[in-house]
């Protein structure tokens, strides 16, 4: 029993020497690369949960550990104050403004008209059903400075449907813009 606990304690000693003469940094260090996401609502409809739901797929393309989204902050305030004088988004205006914002990528989703109400049965049909009028309209941007890649879409979808088969203006943004930042990366497209 002796001899046991003897070889045992030689062994521990051993496994701490070799994890002691192991560097103390064996990992790479992986840099976050930021992303501005900036929502300009000039209809007033965006709340906190649309937000989120529009931020978590542009997260789906820019996630962890190598970017990092900046919510509100610097590229909000530039991309807002932009808009505001009158400046066209374009490639041009979106690498200005993310060299000024100081972000690896800029997303910005412009919405004009995010609207959705009941319509009552139309007097010449026969069906009494109820019907739903949606109103999708929103200028999507993406802009990489890796590489100076520049994508956008101009969204204008209305539609009148059926009680329940509607697709919610929000859903429509959503993965319009999933497809725009997917594409950006060369991903497959999600949602579609």
């Known amino acids: 029993m ?6 045992l304690g030689c062994l521990l000693m051993m496994m701490a020497m070799v994890v002691t003469a192991l560097p103390s940094e064996a990992r790479a260090e992986i840099s976050e690369r930021p ?6 609502d000039q209809d007033g409809d965006v709340n906190g949960a649309v937000y989120k739901t529009w931020r978590q797929v542009v997260k789906w393309a820019y996630h962890f550990p190598y970017y990092q989204i900046i919510d509100g902050g610097e590229p909000q305030e530039l991309v807002s104050e932009a808009v505001r004088s009158g400046t066209k988004l374009d490639k041009a205006s979106l690498q200005a403004l993310s060299e000024k914002s100081k972000v690896d990528v800029l997303v910005v989703a412009r919405v004009y008209e995010l609207d959705e109400y009941i319509v009552p049965s139309m007097g010449f049909r026969e069906d009494n059903d109820t019907y739903v009028k949606t109103s999708a309209c929103a200028d999507l941007f ?22 329940g088969n509607v697709d919610h203006p929000e859903e429509t943004i959503k993965w319009e813009l999933s497809k725009l930042v997917n594409t950006m990366e060369g991903r497959p497209i999600i949602g579609a």
Do not use: A, N
């Open 2 to 7: 002796k001899k046991l606990v003897h070889f």
């Open 35 to 40: 992303v501005g996401f900036v929502v300009i």
């Open 142 to 163: 993406v802009y990489k400075k890796d590489g100076d890649k520049f994508l956008k879409k101009k969204l204008r979808e209305r539609e009148l449907r059926e009680m």
